[in-house]
């Protein structure tokens, strides 16, 4: 597998070393910032505040220079630019893409990841199933249960240094692979070490994907897989497996998903599934979703749902607000868990966002 994408590589090299000068190029910036209020309660919440406030800010820088071959190559950069952020960046690649299809290099999301449909495709604002960020119930999740319909346990490569490679697009299917060295390079400014137990190495993302129409109806499919090997002992090998759809028509959209992850001895199994459908007419727009889960190693289940309401008031400014309800209950896989109660959670999200 190694050997494809660094062929793959050499490939898209021997390209950039022939390519003609650049014919045309094209720099672009877009940003967004979302303010968050929530507030809620959860048995199981150590804050001692009801609501909080928050922000997500991010400035996004993109480059492209198309050469007299036809190919065309660029960047991208994701600045975080909240107060406080522990990072400034959140992904950053360079690639290349033509009639052979698009190679990428960089810190960001795999192929695992890319390809991956859920109920979130139904479209889900803050707070919602999927997107609990509710900052103020920063504790109130204790159980092993996974909370989003995505690979758990370091089994998604999420933002780890790595290449991608994803085919063209033929009659509305594509595919794609990616290979990371080590999940956890790229946390710490691209630092590199060997006795780091903090990620997972060896990781290979694929993913599989269709997106069409039919007589007004949208379709969009996904299946993904992804294997890796733990830095952490005892060094077993990790493997995940998942897929989703996504039904658009007359401005409805039915979503849904499911995964399976297992980690051995460095995280556990476990699997989740979710839906949901959502509404949007001019302005406006409604969702409604739910998901359920389960880590077999604790007997951990997660059973949630949420609502969300929109509206757009100008163009790129939304505002919204959104109601989520959870139920976390405990098995006894763990010390840490015997004898404790279930915990429920209740939670209200409601915010402005702009973006251009």
């Known amino acids: 597998m190694k050997k494809v994408l660094m062929a793959s590589s050499a490939i898209v090299g021997a390209a950039v070393l ?11 910036l877009n940003a967004f910032q979302v303010f968050v209020v929530s507030g809620g309660d959860a048995d199981r919440e150590t804050s001692d505040r009801g609501f909080a406030f928050s922000t997500n800010t991010e400035v996004h820088v993109k480059g492209e220079i198309m050469a007299d071959n036809g190919i065309t190559f660029g960047f991208r950069v994701e600045f975080e ?16 893409q033509g009639s052979f299809g698009k ?5 960001n999301d795999g192929a695992e990841d890319t390809f991956m449909h859920n109920g979130s495709n139904s479209g889900v604002d803050y707070g919602g199933v999927g997107n609990p960020t509710s900052n103020f119930m920063e504790d109130a999740y204790q159980g092993e249960a996974r909370t989003s319909v995505d690979f758990a346990n370091g089994v998604d490569s999420s933002d780890g240094t790595k290449i991608t490679y994803t ?8 595919a794609g692979i990616s290979y990371s060295p080590d999940t956890s390079d790229g946390d710490d ?5 060997d006795e780091d137990t903090g990620g997972i190495h060896d990781h290979v993302g694929i993913g599989l994907g269709f997106d069409g129409e039919f007589n007004g109806v949208g379709v969009e499919l996904g299946l993904v897989g992804a294997i890796g090997e733990a830095d952490a002992e005892p060094e077993d090998t990790v493997y995940g497996i998942g897929g989703g759809f996504a039904i658009s028509y007359a401005g409805f959209t039915f979503a849904a998903g499911a995964i399976y992850d297992d980690a051995d001895g460095n995280g556990g199994e476990g699997y989740a599934f979710d839906a949901g459908i959502g ?17 077999d190693d604790s007997s951990d289940e997660l059973l949630a749902g949420s609502a969300n309401i929109g509206y757009s008031v100008a163009p790129g400014v939304r505002v919204f607000l959104t109601g989520f309800v959870g139920n976390e209950d405990y098995g006894s896989g763990t010390t840490a868990d015997e004898g404790r109660d279930d915990n429920d959670i209740v939670a209200l999200t409601s915010g402005i966002a702009v973006s251009f």
């Open 18 to 28: 022939a390519a003609s000068p650049a014919a045309a190029q094209e720099l672009s």
């Open 81 to 96: 630019a909240d107060t406080g952020s522990t990072t400034n960046t959140d992904e950053n690649s360079i690639y290349a």
């Open 103 to 107: 190679i990428e290099f960089g810190n």
């Open 167 to 174: 085919t063209p697009n033929f009659n509305g299917f594509s």
């Open 189 to 193: 400014g691209n630092g590199f070490n």
């Open 279 to 295: 509404y949007s007419q001019g302005p406006w727009s409604f969702s409604v979703n739910g998901i359920y889960s389960e880590d």
